[in-house]
C-alpha cells in the first residue's frame, strides 16, 4: 500500500469498469503502461483495481478522485513514490494525491 497517500475503496458499475478499461487500454496503446494488455477480465482483477485516490492540483486547486490502478502500474514504471498526473482542468502537470497537496501547501 502506498505510504506517501491514502486511497479508498470504491462500488464500481459495469459501466464504470468499462470506462476505465478503455482508459488503460488506450493508456498502453500509448505506451504509457506497460503491455502486454491484459484482456477486461484480467484487468477487472488486478490489485488496485477497486481502489480510487483523491487528487488535487497545485496550481488551480481542482479536486477529483481518480482510480488507482493506472496510477500504481505508472509509478512502478516511474520507480515514484506518488502519482503526478496532468490537471484535468488547467493542464499542469501539477495534479498530485490529496495528502502530498497538503504537505506542499503548507
Ligand atoms: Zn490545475
Do not use: R, W
Amino acid at each position: 500500500m502506498p505510504k506517501f497517500f491514502t486511497t479508498s475503496k470504491a462500488n464500481m458499475s459495469f459501466i464504470q469498469k468499462q470506462n476505465l478499461y478503455a482508459e488503460y487500454k488506450s493508456a498502453v496503446e500509448q505506451g504509457l503502461v506497460p503491455g502486454p494488455l491484459s484482456s477486461f477480465s484480467e484487468f477487472i482483477s488486478i490489485p488496485n483495481f477497486d481502489v480510487m485516490v483523491d487528487m488535487k492540483c497545485l496550481s488551480c486547486h481542482f479536486a477529483l478522485k481518480v482510480n488507482f490502478a493506472i496510477y500504481a502500474e505508472y509509478m512502478k514504471l516511474e520507480n515514484s513514490p506518488f502519482p503526478l498526473d496532468t490537471c484535468p482542468q488547467c493542464g499542469k502537470l501539477h495534479f498530485v494525491p490529496l495528502d502530498v497537496y497538503n504537505k506542499l501547501m503548507i
